[in-house]
């Protein structure tokens, strides 16, 4: 499936339209790479209890 329409692009086609053959714009990529990374870095630090209790009691790691 393509979007045609960028409100509809998912975070990685949004962010691999930085790169073209003749360009990169490499410092534009890193700020949206971080600012798409900002939401689930703030779940994980409201969660993070529940989150290792939950690992802890599953056993896993």
Known sequence: MIGQDQSAWTVQVALSSFTTSQVIRLHELFVAAAVSILPL??????????????VERSGIG
């Open 41 to 54: 870095l703030v779940v994980f630090l409201c969660f993070q209890r529940w989150i290792v209790a939950g």
